[in-house]
């Protein structure tokens, strides 16, 4: 796969996509993932790349020229076609489901904005998929754009070190109506810690009983902690650790 992002501010991505998973999966060439300076298609003399908004208000907005000419110019750098993304609050929120869908994409191409906003002509020319990660604003779109990475990227496969890792996940794992499952509780050395012991089943060595208690433990969570992913008739097991 490779990943196109559009920025006004590259130098943030420096150092997280170098590091941990997908600094390894870069190295391994399982994606690739290239960062543009959108002022490098700016015509104007100073690079200039946003002005005030018509209509007045605060804070400036992203002109139309500079991006446009930036997806032109970057798509044709690869045969491949770009599914377009746009990193926005009024996006839909992404889920696992919209993680997974784009992680069977051959390419993306992720536009970060900043300031105020980007130019509602341009983002009509385009046309892209308006993806946000939460409801909240943040100052840009680079931050969003190295969360979807992250997560696409674990998804492909030879990226994570054991082949069932992204399939446990919370959110992957769903129950028999195909509902989402938060992830069990996970235990390591030492068997005992400040007097909490890891549970018995974890130590027994049946597999059908861990397995049995895993799931337990992730319908249980889920009712706990986020009864939205429920409807009101889910009944969950009473079993804790």
Request: glycine residues 12%; charged residues 15%; aromatic residues 2%.
């Given at each position: 796969m490779r990943i196109d992002i559009l920025t006004l501010f590259p130098s943030m991505f420096n150092g997280p996509l170098d590091a941990s998973i997908l600094g390894r999966a870069r190295e391994a060439k399982l994606v690739e993932v290239h960062v543009h300076d959108i002022r490098d298609w700016s015509t104007d003399k100073h690079s200039k790349v946003d002005d005030?908004?018509?209509?007045?208000?605060?804070?400036?907005?992203?002109?139309?020229?500079?991006?446009?000419?930036?997806?032109?110019?970057?798509?044709?750098?690869?045969?491949?076609?770009?599914?377009?993304?746009?990193?926005t609050p009024q996006g839909e929120r992404t889920t696992q489901k919209t993680v997974e869908t784009l992680a069977n994409q051959e390419r993306l191409l992720m536009i970060a904005g900043h300031y105020e906003g980007i130019d509602e002509r341009v983002i009509e020319s385009l046309a892209p998929m308006e993806v946000s990660i939460g409801d909240y604003v943040l100052s840009g779109g680079e931050l969003p754009a190295l969360v979807l990475v992250d997560a696409i990227t674990r998804l492909l496969p030879g990226v994570l070190g054991h082949e069932d890792s992204a399939a446990e996940d919370s959110f992957s794992v769903t129950d028999e109506h195909g509902r989402p499952l938060l992830d069990t509780p996970h235990y390591t050395r030492p068997r005992e810690w400040e007097g909490a012991e890891v549970p018995d089943v974890l130590l027994s060595g049946d597999h059908g009983a861990i397995a049995r208690w895993r799931h337990e433990q992730r319908v249980s969570r889920t009712s706990q902690r986020r009864p939205d992913l429920q409807n009101s008739t889910e009944t969950t097991s009473t079993t804790d650790s």
């Open positions: 005030r908004p018509f209509g007045g208000g605060p804070g400036m907005v992203m002109m139309c020229q500079p991006l446009h000419d930036a997806v032109m110019a970057i798509e044709n750098m690869d045969p491949r076609t770009a599914q377009r993304i746009l990193l």
